[in-house]
C-alpha cells in the first residue's frame, strides 16, 4: 500500500503514518466514502462484436463506394456520378450574352446606333455576303478594331478580346446570337471555336476587317446532337 | 480493490492529496462558475436577440454578431475548460496517489488562464473577433491561454508520470489523453489558421478539425473520466468490464479527430475527406456503445441511488445523455440526413446537447462530489440541489427540444425551392422564442448553484458529519456516500 515509488519525482510521497494526520479532523465525506473504483472483468457482449463487424464492413462498403477513388480532384462523392454533367448549351450561351455582351451589343440585339454594330440580322453573325464562320469565332477571340460595315452600315469602334472564355462557352454564345432576334444560322461546336483559336495563336492584338477578310474562310461543321439552334 | 473497506491509511492519504489540491481545485471552480454566470447571461441576450433583433442593439460591442461569440468562448474556455480542468487535476491526483506539489504555479497558471480568456472576451466585445468558429479569440489573447494550459496540462501529466504503482484506472486513460490531446488541438489550430494561416478551403478542414476536436478531445474524455469515476465510486462497486472501457477509450481515440469534416458535406473538398469523417463519425458508434454498456451495467440494480446521492443523479443524467447525444451526432452526419439539418437550429440544439446535457451536468455532479472534500464542509441545502437540478434539466430537455423541432421544420423549409427563405425563417421564429425562454430556466440554475457554491465556501449552515441526500432515505438501509 504504502510502497515507494521506483522513480522518487516532486510528487514521491514519503509513506504516509497514520498518526501524522489526526483522523478525527479529517472530514466525514473522506471517511465514509469508499475505496477509489476498480474495474470488472466482464467480457464483451456477443450482440455488441457483432453490430462492431457489421459496422466495419458498413465502412469499407462505404469507402468504396463514395471516395471516388481517394482521387484530390473528385469532389461529387456519389458513385455514377464523377463526370460532370455539361451545361446546356442554350442556357450556358444566354448566360456569357447577358454577363458580357449584353452591355454594347444591347439585350435586343441591335447595339446602339453609330456606336455598337447589332447582332440581329448581322451578315458577320451569320456568316453570309462573303463572312466566315470562323471570322465571328476569330473576332470573339481576339477582339476587333477600326472601321467595320455591318449591315450597311459604318462602325469605327473596339470590341475587346475574349481569348479567356473557354471553347465552350465561346461556342454557346455563338450559337446563341445566331438563334435569337430572328437570326437563324447553323450552331457553333466547341471543336470548331478550338481549331480557330489554334489557328490564330500568333495573334496577339484585335482584328480589323481588312486583316479578317484576307485569311481563308471556314465553315463550321454541322453540329451533331444536343447544340441545334433554337427555331 | 473496491470491494473492502477502506483502511485507515489509504484515508489519510486522500485526505492529504484533497489538502493538497484544495487551493487550485477550488479556484478553478470558482472561477469557472463565475464565467458560467457571464457566459449565460450573454447567451440569454443573444438568444433573445434572435427574437427581438433590436434588443440592446445601440452599443457596438451589444450587437450580435459579439455577444454570441463571446457568449460561446465564455463557456467552452471560461467555464467548461476551467471546470474541466480543476476535476481533471483532482481525479488525476486522488488516482495517481499523489499529492498536489508547488500549487503555487498551479494556481499561477490558472490565474494566467483567467487573464487570458478575460483578454479574450474583451477583444471580441471590442471588435477584433476573428470570425473563425470556436477561434474567435484575437490572435493576441490565445498565446496567454497556450502557456497558462501548458503549464496546467503538464502538471497532469507530470503527476501520471510519478503516480503509485498500481492498476492504471479508465479514467486515468481519458484524462492523460485529454491533457495531451487538446494543447495539439490548440497550436496546430492557432499555427495553421492564425500565424501562418492555409488558404483557401483548407480553412474549412482545419476550423472544423479544431471545433469538433475540442468537443471529442478534450470535453468528452474528461466528461467520461468522471463519469467512470463518480459512477462506480459513489455506488462501492467496480466498473462491469475493463474491455469495454479498453475498446470504447481506443476506439474513441481512433475515430474521433476524423469526424470534423462532416461540418462540411457538400462543400469544396474532394470526396474522400468528407466519406472518410462521414463514416469515422458513423463509427463512433463503438466507443459510445462500449461506454453506454459499461455504465449502465454499472448502474443496473442501482438505479434507486439517483433519488438521493447529487454526485450521481448529475452524472447519470450526463452519462445517458451523453449516449443520445452521440448517436444523434452519428446520424447527422449521414449526407441524407445532414442535407436536412445543415444550416438549421438543428445544429446548435445538438451542441448544446452535447457541452450542457453531457459535459456540463457531468461536471456539476462532479463538483458536488468533489466540494465537500476540498472544503471539509456538506452541502447546506438539499431543497437547492433540487432547484438545481430540475431547473438545469428542464431548461436543457426544452432547449433541446425547441431547437431540434425547430431546426427539422426549418430544413425542411430550405429543402424546397418553391418556398421563400422567409417563410424557412418565420417558421423556426417561435422556437427560437422558446429556446430564449429555455435560457432563462438554466440561468436560474446557475444562479442557485452559485449561490449554493458560495454558501459552501462561506461554510454556512450547520456543521454536519453526514452527506446531504437529496430525499430522505426511508426504510432503505444503504447510504451513498455521496
Not at chain 1, 438563334?179 to 470548331?192: E, K, M, R, T, V
Request: overall charge positive; charged content about 10%.
Amino acid at each position: 500500500m504504502s510502497d515507494p515509488p521506483p522513480t522518487p519525482g516532486p510528487f514521491a510521497d514519503p509513506p504516509v503514518k497514520p498518526d501524522e494526520i489526526d483522523l478525527g479532523k479529517v472530514h466525514g465525506s473522506i471517511l465514509r466514502e469508499h475505496e477509489e473504483p476498480a474495474e470488472g472483468r466482464e467480457s464483451v457482449p456477443l450482440w455488441f462484436v457483432t453490430l462492431i463487424m457489421m459496422l466495419v464492413f458498413w465502412a469499407g462498403f462505404y469507402l468504396a463506394n463514395h471516395s471516388g477513388g481517394f482521387r484530390a480532384n473528385v469532389f461529387n462523392p456519389v458513385p455514377g456520378n464523377q463526370s460532370p454533367v455539361p451545361p446546356d448549351p442554350a442556357t450556358l450561351g444566354r448566360r456569357v450574352f447577358v454577363q458580357n455582351c449584353v452591355i454594347c451589343h444591347q439585350a435586343s440585339g441591335l447595339g446602339v446606333a453609330n456606336q455598337y454594330p447589332p447582332l440581329a440580322g448581322s451578315e458577320w453573325v451569320l456568316a453570309r455576303n462573303g463572312h466566315a464562320d470562323n471570322y465571328l469565332a476569330a473576332i470573339v477571340i481576339h477582339g476587333l478594331e477600326g472601321p467595320v460595315i455591318v449591315n450597311g452600315r459604318l462602325y469605327n469602334g473596339a470590341m475587346p478580346p475574349w481569348k479567356f472564355l473557354r471553347d465552350e462557352e465561346i461556342a454557346a454564345v455563338l450559337t446563341y446570337v445566331r438563334s435569337q432576334w430572328g437570326n437563324a444560322a447553323a450552331s457553333i461546336g466547341p471543336d470548331f471555336v478550338r481549331q480557330v483559336r489554334e489557328r490564330t495563336a500568333d495573334r496577339a492584338e484585335p482584328w480589323t476587317q481588312r486583316e479578317l477578310q484576307a485569311i481563308e474562310g471556314r465553315t463550321a461543321p454541322k453540329a451533331a446532337g444536343n447544340a441545334s439552334p433554337a427555331p | 480493490m473496491s470491494a473492502g473497506e477502506p483502511t485507515t491509511e489509504s484515508r489519510v492519504e486522500r485526505a492529504e492529496i484533497d489538502r493538497s489540491l484544495r487551493g487550485p481545485v477550488l479556484f478553478f471552480f470558482s472561477s469557472g462558475i463565475a464565467w458560467l454566470l457571464l457566459g449565460s447571461a450573454l447567451g440569454l441576450l443573444s438568444a433573445f436577440k434572435m427574437s427581438f433583433p433590436h434588443l440592446l442593439d445601440s452599443a457596438g460591442w451589444l450587437t450580435f454578431g459579439r455577444v454570441r461569440p463571446a457568449h460561446l468562448n465564455i463557456v467552452i474556455y471560461g467555464w467548461a475548460s476551467s471546470v474541466g480542468i480543476g476535476v481533471g487535476i483532482w481525479l488525476m491526483a486522488r488516482l495517481c496517489r499523489v499529492a498536489l506539489r508547488h500549487r503555487g504555479m498551479l494556481l499561477g497558471a490558472g490565474v494566467a488562464w483567467n487573464f487570458g480568456v478575460a483578454l479574450g472576451t474583451a477583444g471580441i466585445l471590442a471588435g477584433q473577433s476573428r470570425s473563425i468558429e470556436w477561434l474567435e479569440f484575437p490572435g493576441w489573447a490565445t498565446p496567454v491561454l497556450f502557456v497558462a494550459y501548458a503549464l496546467i496540462g503538464g502538471w497532469g501529466v507530470i503527476m501520471f508520470r510519478y503516480r503509485r504503482p498500481g492498476h492504471v484506472y479508465v479514467s486515468q486513460w481519458y484524462l492523460l489523453a485529454a491533457f495531451l490531446w487538446f494543447p495539439w488541438l490548440y497550436a496546430t489550430a492557432n499555427v495553421l489558421l492564425i500565424w501562418q494561416p492555409v488558404q483557401g478551403s483548407v480553412v474549412g478542414a482545419v476550423n472544423w478539425w479544431y471545433g469538433h476536436n475540442i468537443l471529442g478531445l478534450w470535453f468528452t474524455p474528461i466528461g467520461l473520466a468522471s463519469a467512470y469515476y463518480m459512477i462506480p465510486k459513489v455506488l462501492g462497486r467496480p466498473v462491469h468490464s475493463y474491455y469495454l472501457s479498453i475498446l470504447g477509450f481506443w476506439s474513441l481515440a481512433l475515430f474521433y479527430s476524423w469526424n470534423g469534416m462532416h461540418h462540411l458535406i457538400g462543400g469544396p473538398f474532394p470526396a474522400w475527406m468528407v466519406s472518410a469523417s462521414v463514416v469515422a463519425s458513423v463509427m463512433m458508434f463503438i466507443p459510445v456503445i462500449a461506454v453506454a454498456i459499461n455504465h449502465h451495467c454499472t448502474m443496473r440494480g442501482h438505479f434507486h441511488y439517483l433519488k438521493w446521492s447529487p454526485t450521481l443523479r448529475f452524472t447519470v443524467f450526463g452519462a445517458m445523455t451523453y449516449t443520445v447525444v452521440s448517436l444523434e451526432g452519428s446520424l447527422m452526419a449521414i449526407p441524407s440526413l445532414n442535407n436536412l439539418t445543415h444550416f438549421t437550429d438543428f445544429t446548435p440544439g445538438h451542441a448544446h446537447l452535447g457541452l450542457y446535457g453531457f459535459f456540463t451536468m457531468t461536471m456539476f455532479g462532479a463538483m458536488y462530489y468533489i466540494i465537500p472534500r476540498l472544503v471539509g464542509w456538506e452541502w447546506p441545502s438539499a431543497a437547492m440541489i433540487r432547484w438545481h437540478f430540475w431547473l438545469a434539466a428542464s431548461g436543457i430537455a426544452l432547449m433541446v427540444a425547441a431547437l431540434t423541432v425547430g431546426g427539422f421544420l426549418q430544413g425542411l423549409e430550405l429543402n424546397d425551392p418553391q418556398v421563400a427563405f422567409m417563410t424557412s425563417v418565420a417558421v423556426v421564429a417561435p422556437f427560437r422564442f422558446v429556446r430564449a425562454l429555455s435560457g432563462i430556466l438554466l440561468a436560474a440554475a446557475h444562479l442557485v448553484f452559485a449561490v449554493l457554491f458560495v454558501r459552501m465556501l462561506m461554510r454556512r449552515g450547520e456543521r454536519r458529519e453526514e452527506a446531504t441526500l437529496l430525499a430522505p432515505q426511508g426504510t432503505h438501509s444503504e447510504l451513498p456516500t455521496v
